[in-house]
């Protein structure tokens, strides 16, 4: 499973699950991803314009 955040500061999150007991068997959050992969995302995210100030919830 992952989950992409359109919000600024844009997130995301990614999960691998056992799917006979439904259990979580290894993660990785932004905070792990490298430098290059951060910027990249921050970059889809302004060139989509999830962040623009006019966008409303």
């Known amino acids: ?7 600024w500061p844009a997130t995301s999150d990614a999960v691998a699950v056992d799917p006979t007991s439904g259990s979580t068997t290894s993660g990785l959050d932004v905070d ?5 992969v951060k910027l990249t995302n921050l970059g889809i995210a302004a060139h989509l314009g999830c962040c623009s100030a006019s966008q409303t919830s």
């Not at 499973?1 to 919000?7: I, L």
């Open 1 to 7: 499973m992952s989950e992409v955040g359109r919000e």
């Open 32 to 36: 792990d991803f490298n430098l290059a």
